[in-house]
């Protein structure tokens, strides 16, 4: 079944103790990105990564970390996470960037991270 | 998501009614526009896209109407099911220094009323 996963699904950690959450696909697709959604904002692009190795910032990166060193995987890292970064989480995937041809991006379940 | 419906605007609609959403958009460089539907503890779908040489294009069900003259995008559904309730953005891709940006509206929720 063609899928993005996420892990964890649920986090609730502490001001300053890194975490990563993790996020694979399985339909080889070269384009992925990070999204966090809180309510009244919508969903706001984090990281994205154009293919393996090239990575660039989206809208609200700051405090946020990404790596692309395998086309299935697309970790995000939070290096002193923070209590502004309670959020919930979005890894997405498509062949091509939007705008593109082949544009259908698939969206993970989502990562429900609270930091106290 | 879970609390990721408050302060959206709600459209209550009757099971078996058709349903339009709106959507303005903010950039008038968008080429390429995106409806996606999200339900409750769930990441969001792609529903329908459209690009902006076209103002209309029709999929199962739904149909996407786009006005580039008002910076106007709308999402019709045809007889509505309780399936169909769900939070709807629409999306707006442009082409920006770095690369196609993707910008995501604020949403609206559907409630269908059987």
């Known amino acids: 079944e063609a899928q993005v996963t996420q892990n964890p699904r649920y986090l609730i950690t502490v001001t300053g103790k890194k975490l990563t959450v993790t996020c694979s696909q399985n339909?080889?697709?070269?384009?992925m990105s990070w999204y966090r959604q809180d309510p009244g904002l919508g969903l706001r692009q984090i990281y994205y990564?154009?293919?393996?190795?090239?990575?660039d910032k989206g809208d609200v990166p700051e405090g946020y970390k990404v790596s692309r060193k395998e086309k299935r995987n697309f970790p995000l890292i939070l290096e002193s996470p923070s209590p502004n970064q309670t959020s919930l989480y979005f890894c997405?995937?498509?062949?091509?960037?939007?705008?593109?041809?082949?544009?259908?991006?698939?969206f993970g379940p989502g990562t429900r991270l609270t930091v106290t | 998501g879970e609390n990721v419906g408050l302060h959206l605007p709600t459209l209550s609609v009757q099971e078996g009614d058709n349903s339009i959403i709106n959507c303005a958009y903010s950039?008038?460089?968008?080429?390429?526009f995106i409806w996606y539907k999200q339900e409750s503890g769930k990441g969001p779908q792609f529903i329908i896209d459209?690009?902006?040489?076209?103002d209309k294009r029709q999929g199962q069900r739904v149909t996407v109407l786009l006005n580039k003259t008002v910076k106007h995008l709308s999402l019709q559904i045809a007889a509505t099911q309780p399936g169909d309730s769900a939070v709807y953005f629409c999306?707006?891709?442009?082409?920006?220094?770095?690369?196609?940006?993707?910008?995501f509206g604020g949403g609206t929720r559907v409630l269908v009323k059987p």
């Open positions: 459209i690009r902006s040489n076209m």
């Open positions: 990564s154009m293919n393996v190795e090239v990575t």
């Open positions: 999306a707006e891709s442009w082409r920006g220094a770095a690369g196609n940006k993707l910008t």
């Open positions: 950039n008038s460089a968008s080429d390429y």
């Open positions: 997405a995937s498509s062949l091509s960037p939007p705008g593109l041809s082949s544009y259908e991006q698939y």
């Open positions: 339909m080889n697709h070269e384009y």
